[in-house]
C-alpha cells in the first residue's frame, strides 16, 4: 500500500546508546518530517526537509541529526540517548504548498523509551 | 509562529449524540489550513477534515462537521451521531499557506482524548 513506511515500531536504548529511525514515502512527495509525541504537548516538529538536498530545524531540534538520503527517505538519528528522548516519534510527508495537495500522510510512529 | 491550543484534555460523549471539540489558533497570517486528525489506539495519524481559511463555508465530512470562526480564530469539530469507533485522541493543526517559508509543516495542538459510551 503507498504511504509512509518508518521503522521500527518499538525500541528501548539505555542512557548514551546511539540509533538510527528510518522513514520512506512512496507518494512523490517533496517535503518530509519528523515529529515527536509527548503527553499533553501533541506532536512537536523536530527536523523537516522541504526538497531532496535541504533539512532545517524545528521546534525542538537538540539531541538530534537527520539525513535526508533521497526523495524517499528521511532517517533521524539520536546520538546519545537520554531520558528526555523517551517520546513517540512520527515521520510524515507531504507536499510543501498547494491547495489541492495539503493533505500530511504519517507513518505509524515508533514507541521509543530511553532507560 | 503560531499556536494552537485545545482547552478540553478530555471529552465524553454516549453513542450517538452529538459532541464538540474546541480549538483555537493564533496566527497573523491570513492564508492557512486547519485540520483534525484522529489518533485511535493504534496510533495512526488519519486525517478527519480541513478547513481552508480563505473558504467562508464550513468543511463537513459525513458525520464530522467544523465550525470555522476565522475572526475569533476558532476551529471546532462536531461529531454526530457518535459511534464506538469514534473514540480516539483527536488533534487541532494549523498549516501556513505561506508558500515560500511554511514548507508544509504542521502545528498541532495538545490533542483531546474523546471517550464514546454505549
Redesign the interface.
Known amino acids: 500500500n503507498a504511504g509512509v513506511t518508518q521503522t521500527p515500531k518499538f525500541q528501548v536504548l539505555k542512557t548514551g546508546q546511539s540509533m538510527t529511525l528510518q522513514c520512506a514515502q512512496d507518494m512523490n512527495h517533496n517535503s518530509m518530517y519528523w515529529y515527536r509525541q509527548d503527553p499533553g504537548m501533541g506532536l512537536r516538529l523536530i527536523y523537516y526537509s522541504a526538497s531532496e538536498g535541504t533539512t532545517d530545524k524545528g521546534e525542538v531540534p537538540n539531541g538530534y541529526n537527520v539525513s535526508r538520503l533521497n526523495k524517499r527517505e528521511f532517517s533521524l538519528r539520536l546520538e546519545s540517548a537520554a531520558p528526555s528522548q523517551t517520546s513517540v516519534y512520527f515521520c510524515a510527508s507531504s507536499e510543501r504548498w498547494g491547495s489541492s495537495n495539503t493533505e500530511a500522510f504519517f507513518g505509524q510512529g515508533t514507541r521509543l523509551t530511553v532507560v | 509562529a503560531q499556536t ?1 491550543t ?1 482547552s478540553q ?1 478530555e471529552m465524553s460523549v454516549q453513542e450517538a449524540e452529538t459532541v464538540t471539540l474546541s480549538c483555537t489558533y493564533d496566527t497573523s497570517e491570513s492564508d492557512y ?1 486547519l ?1 483534525w486528525y484522529k489518533q485511535p489506539p ?4 488519519i ?1 478527519v477534515i ?1 478547513q ?1 481559511a480563505y473558504k467562508q463555508q464550513n468543511a463537513t465530512e459525513n458525520r464530522f462537521s467544523v465550525n470555522f470562526q476565522k475572526a475569533a480564530k476558532s476551529f471546532s469539530l462536531k461529531i454526530s451521531d457518535s459511534q464506538l469507533g469514534d473514540a480516539a485522541m483527536y ?1 487541532c493543526a494549523y ?1 501556513s ?1 505561506a ?1 515560500g517559508t ?10 483531546t482524548i474523546l471517550t464514546v459510551h454505549p
Open positions: 494552537v485545545q484534555p489550513y485540520f493504534s496510533r495512526q495519524m486525517l480541513r481552508e488533534f498549516r499557506d508558500g511554511s514548507y508544509g509543516k504542521l502545528t498541532f495542538g495538545q490533542g
